[in-house]
């Protein structure tokens, strides 16, 4: 499953942030976005997500094969790691979360509502989620915030597992994962506020924000 | 040449601008006469007095509020699917229009339902719906004023005015339906069309026509200073970018 | 979807789900209505069934931030919103959880709360038919004033001011339909409209809601 990405331009509130993006994810490739904060990284995954629409340009990949992770897990702090996490994996058609629990070495806490976890256990089990979802391509945000080193160590190893089997991931993340991976750099592509005028709107008029500026 | 054009809000803006003047010299030059002649040269009705002088500005009133609802309505689907600018930001503005319509429509009745009626508020289904109607505006304004991004506002608002409408018509029905319900033949019918005589009808008609401009020119007004207010907020917006 | 029905009970039954609070809701005003109007029984048992239908429409609009706001909140609603169900299945699967914890148990204990009003024989029947038929509609209509406001942080009284028109018909046709069957009346024709509005209201409005919810997720 390849995603690309082809003149892609991105907006948050209405104002273009990135331009003219670029970009192929192959099968089996690790790609580590990179770019300074506010430069539109959360804006670029939620956009390929399918969250948002583009402003302009063209994205390969069916939103059915993309599973997105953010800086919010979507845990429910009543229900234990084991519901929390069968929840997504019947939701998404899939039958086991062992993998899962073992992958992120959650197996002695499966009973524990999940209110009761740690910053960095929240944080494992939130990236659990992502092997429960049978989904090709990973489109993550910041994942190893709040992760000890080892914990860091077992989100590697699922990455690697991932695109070993033919999976693909995107990571925005400003540490250095020690995964063999590409790195999209954003900062090029970052909307000049003054050339507003070059993206084609989708109400069809090149001038549009001009008529508003 | 199409229509559309004018979806753009630079030659809206242009054209809005030269059109206004005219639009508000034709408003006056219908109203004040329309007023005046149907408050002074109109003779006093056997029954009602001077007190039905007050269809001069209850009837166009109530007229242009469900009128601009309508045309809330079609804007919001305008802007549903071509994503004009020009039409929601025009059904933003006709909005503050309406309410202030409906409230005039409310009060003028009730000013004349005292005289009339012996009482200032009846749950008539006419009266009721208006009441209701009046609600819905409120929503539909408060929608407006508390969603910070104007594209996300025109969005949910145009979804609201849609299911809304749907549902003011429901509530039309039904009220007409309670009322003749519980109270068997309302004894207080608001129907004008049968009290009105040839002397008062002119006059009501150019004060209709003179509400249709006033609505026009006000509508105009406000929707250039809606455009202006999001040219507003996305400057600010750029400026902050810029900082970052 | 019915994992996600399941999760919306178990997290409406757990602790500081609220689950319940409707209900008490809906016995104090129960409770109030003859300290305002008096305790006079006749008086109360002709107003009886009106009173249970605000009452119980109160106590719906009192839950309804939570049919989203949660899930917004924590990130869960984007992962529902790129998960194989698609949104308009969400919404009705919320709205349905939410008429099962609210809805349901209000239309059950209405009949013995209406014993408080003196509400007389037949009004127990009706009363708890008419909110059968009638809370499914509260139940939708309001999960679409809550994904219009799920974006706001203080979307509580806006989501009130936004639904309560919007419940207007549902409101008549119900009470009506209540007041006429305890008056040993023909009720059918209220109950039929307010049948349609409920039908009308879970065909139509799980597509609108799932608009709203995509635009505030943008």
């Given at each position: 499953?390849?995603m690309?990405?082809e003149?892609?331009?991105?907006?948050r509130?209405g104002?273009p942030?990135l331009?003219?993006l670029?970009?192929?994810?192959?099968p089996?490739?690790?790609?580590?976005l990179r770019?300074?904060?506010?430069?539109?990284?959360t804006?670029?995954?939620?956009t390929?997500?399918g969250?948002?629409?583009?402003?302009?340009?063209a994205?390969?990949a069916?939103?059915?094969?993309?599973t997105?992770?953010?800086h919010a897990d979507g845990l429910?702090a009543?229900l234990?790691?084991?519901e929390n996490?069968?929840f997504?994996a019947?939701?998404?058609?899939i039958?086991?979360?062992a993998?899962?629990?073992e992958?992120?070495?959650l197996?002695?806490l499966?009973?524990?509502p999940?209110?009761n976890l740690s910053a960095g256990?929240k944080?494992r089990l939130?990236?659990?989620?992502l092997?429960v979802t049978g989904r090709?391509?990973?489109?993550l945000?910041?994942?190893t915030?709040?992760?000890?080193?080892a914990?860091?160590?077992?989100?590697?190893d699922a990455?690697?597992?991932?695109?070993?089997?033919?999976g693909?991931?995107?990571?925005?993340?400003?540490?250095?994962?020690?995964i063999?991976a590409?790195?999209?750099?954003i900062g090029?592509?970052?909307a000049?506020?003054k050339?507003?005028?070059d993206v084609?709107?989708?109400d069809g008029?090149a001038d549009?924000?001009?008529a508003?500026? | 040449?199409?229509?559309?054009?004018?979806?753009?809000?630079?030659k809206f803006m242009?054209l809005?601008?030269?059109?206004?003047?005219?639009?508000?010299a034709?408003?006056?030059?219908t109203?004040v006469p329309?007023m005046?002649?149907?408050f002074?040269f109109?003779?006093?009705a056997?029954?009602?007095?001077n007190?039905?002088?007050?269809i001069?500005?209850?009837?166009?009133?109530?007229m242009?509020?469900?009128?601009?609802w309508a045309?809330?309505?079609v804007?919001?689907?305008?802007w549903?699917?071509r994503?004009?600018?020009?039409?929601v930001?025009a059904?933003?503005?006709a909005?503050l229009?309406?309410?202030?319509?409906t409230v005039?429509a409310l009060i003028?009745g009730?000013?004349?339902?005292?005289?009339?009626w012996?009482?200032?508020?009846?749950?008539?289904p006419?009266?009721?719906?208006f009441?209701?109607?009046?609600?819905?505006?409120?929503?539909?304004?408060a929608?407006?004023?508390?969603?910070?991004d104007?594209?996300?506002a025109?969005?949910?608002?145009s979804?609201?005015c849609?299911?809304?409408?749907?549902?003011a018509?429901?509530?039309?029905y039904?009220?007409?339906f309670?009322n003749q319900?519980?109270?068997q033949?309302?004894?207080?019918?608001v129907?004008?069309e049968?009290?009105?005589?040839?002397?008062?009808?002119l006059?009501l008609?150019l004060?209709?026509?003179g509400?249709?401009?006033?609505?026009v020119?006000?509508?105009l007004?406000?929707?250039?200073?809606?455009?202006r207010l999001?040219?507003?907020?996305?400057l600010?917006?750029r400026?902050r970018?810029?900082d970052a | 979807?019915?994992?996600l029905?399941i999760?919306d009970?178990r997290l409406?039954?757990r602790a500081?789900g609220?689950?319940?609070?409707?209900l008490?809701?809906?016995l104090?005003v129960?409770?109030l209505?003859p300290?305002?109007?008096?305790p006079?029984a006749a008086?109360?048992?002709r107003?009886a069934?009106?009173i249970l239908?605000?009452g119980?429409?109160?106590a719906?609009?009192?839950?309804?931030d939570?049919?989203?706001?949660?899930?917004?909140?924590?990130g869960?609603?984007?992962?529902?919103?790129?998960?194989?169900i698609?949104?308009?299945g969400?919404?009705?699967?919320k709205?349905?959880?939410?008429?099962?914890v609210?809805?349901l148990?209000?239309t059950l204990?209405a009949?013995?709360?209406?014993?408080?009003?003196?509400?007389?024989?037949?009004?127990?029947?009706w009363?708890?038919?008419?909110?059968?038929?009638g809370?499914?509609a509260?139940s939708?209509?309001?999960?679409?004033?809550?994904a219009?406001t799920?974006?706001?942080?203080?979307?509580?009284l806006?989501l009130s001011?936004?639904?309560?028109?919007l419940?207007?018909?549902t409101l008549i046709?119900?009470?009506?339909?209540?007041?006429?069957?305890?008056?040993?009346l023909s009720?059918l024709t209220?109950?039929?409209?307010?049948?349609g509005?409920?039908?009308?209201s879970?065909?139509?409005?799980?597509?609108a809601?799932?608009a709203?919810l995509?635009?505030?997720?943008r």
């Open positions: 499953m390849k690309k990405v003149n892609l331009s991105v907006a509130g104002v942030v331009e003219g670029n970009f192929t994810l192959a089996g490739q690790v790609l580590i770019g300074p904060n506010g430069s539109g990284k804006t670029l995954l939620r390929l997500a969250l948002q629409p583009p402003i302009a340009g994205i390969s069916d939103p059915e094969n993309i997105y992770g953010a429910k009543t234990t790691v084991e996490l069968t997504w019947s939701v998404h058609g039958d086991t979360i993998p899962a629990v992958g992120f070495n197996s002695g499966t009973h524990r999940s209110a256990q944080r939130g990236l659990a989620r092997l090709p391509i990973w489109l945000d910041e994942p915030v709040s992760l000890d080193v914990s860091v160590g077992l989100f590697a990455v690697r597992a991932h695109v070993a089997g033919g693909a991931a995107l990571i925005a993340t400003h540490i250095d994962l020690g063999d590409d790195t999209l750099d090029p592509f970052r000049d506020p050339r507003g005028r084609q709107h989708r008029y549009f924000d001009e508003f500026l | 040449m199409s229509l559309w054009e004018f979806a753009n809000p630079v242009a809005s601008g030269k059109v206004l003047p005219w639009v508000i034709l408003a006056v030059l109203l329309g005046v002649w149907g002074f109109t003779p006093e056997v029954n009602f007095g007190s039905v002088k007050i001069y500005i209850h009837v166009p009133s109530a242009m509020a469900i009128n601009i045309m809330m309505l804007t919001s689907l305008i549903i699917v994503r004009h600018h020009v039409s930001r059904a933003k503005a909005a229009i309406g309410v202030t319509m005039i003028t009730a000013i004349w339902g005292e005289p009339m012996g009482t200032y508020w009846a749950w008539d006419r009266l009721t719906s009441l209701i109607l009046f609600l819905f505006y409120l929503g539909y304004m929608l407006w004023a508390a969603i910070e104007p594209d996300t025109a969005d949910l608002t979804v609201l849609i299911v809304g409408s749907v549902f018509l429901l509530s039309r039904a009220v007409n309670w319900g519980l109270h033949g309302a004894s207080l019918s129907d004008k049968e009290h009105v005589a040839d002397v008062y009808y006059p008609l004060c209709i026509a509400f249709v401009l006033l609505f020119a006000l509508v007004i406000r929707t250039r200073t809606e455009l999001v040219r507003l907020h996305r600010e917006i400026e970018m810029k | 979807m019915i994992a029905l999760r009970m409406a039954m500081g609220g689950f319940g609070l409707g008490a809701f809906f104090i129960s409770t209505v300290f305002g109007v008096g006079e008086i109360l048992s107003i069934p009106g239908w605000v119980a429409l109160l719906c609009l009192l839950s309804l939570r049919i989203f706001q949660l899930d917004f909140e924590d869960s609603l984007d992962l529902l919103a790129t998960a194989p698609p949104m308009e969400t919404v009705a699967i709205a349905l959880a939410h008429w099962l609210t809805g148990p209000l204990a009949p013995a709360f209406g014993a408080l009003m003196n509400l007389q024989s037949p009004g127990h029947f009363i708890f038919v008419t909110l059968l038929i809370t499914p509260l939708m209509i309001g999960a679409f004033g809550a219009l799920v974006g706001l942080k203080r979307g509580g806006l001011l936004l639904v309560l028109p419940y207007i018909p046709f119900g009470a009506e339909a209540a007041t006429r069957g305890t008056a040993g009720a209220p109950l039929l409209m307010m049948a509005i409920t039908a009308g879970i065909a139509l409005l799980p597509f809601a799932a709203a995509r635009i505030n997720l």
